[in-house]
Every structure is written in C-alpha cells, then in structure tokens.
C-alpha cells in the first residue's frame, strides 16, 4: 500500500521535534519537580509568556506535569520523548562527524 501522507500522530511528533522551545523545554525537565524561574532561566531567548504557552501545550499532551506553585515535570511519556531527542542528537553528531571526514577527503 502507498502512503500519500504522514499521520496525525507523526504530524504531532514532528511539531514537537520541530519547535526548539519544545525541545529546550523536554531536555531541561526532570521526573521531579522544577520551579518555573529556574526552568526559565536555563532556556535563554523565550519571553515568559510564550515559555508558559510551550508548557501548556507540553501539559495537554501529556507530557508534562504542573503543580499549584508553577512547578513543572515531565510525565512518563515525556521522558520518553526526551531519550528520543537526547538520541537526536547523538545521530546528529554522527551525522556532522561523518560528513566532516567526507570533507577532508575531498579536499
């Protein structure tokens, strides 16, 4: 059978792996509670309000959790996502890595 287009859920999957805040967002969480200025501070360049609006969005997918004193977590499915971009990165090294060697060659 031939697909003529990618599903919902990798369309979700890819916006997540998409949008660098997101990512920032999945990288910088633990399993345990982090107070919001704290996370705020290790991701440079995004204004409050559109942190808050990346970790309501990271929450309706289940991704994260918040707490009553703006205190975030990842859940299971969370840390799931951020092996997957922690191993991202690490095939994007390779990548980078691979592609230098084949330009030495050719010079």
Known sequence: MTKHDI???TRVGLELLNNKWYALILTNLTADFSDFMILRKKIRGIST????LALTKLISLG???????YAYRLL???V???????????WG?????ALGAVTKRGK
């Open 93 to 97: 090294k390779q990548q980078l890595k």
């Open 49 to 52: 309000l559109n942190l808050l």
């Open 76 to 78: 299971h499915d969370g």
């Open 7 to 9: 599903s919902v859920s």
């Open 80 to 90: 799931e996502m951020q092996h997957i971009l922690f191993s991202l990165h690490d």
């Open 63 to 69: 991704l994260v959790a918040d707490d009553d004193e």
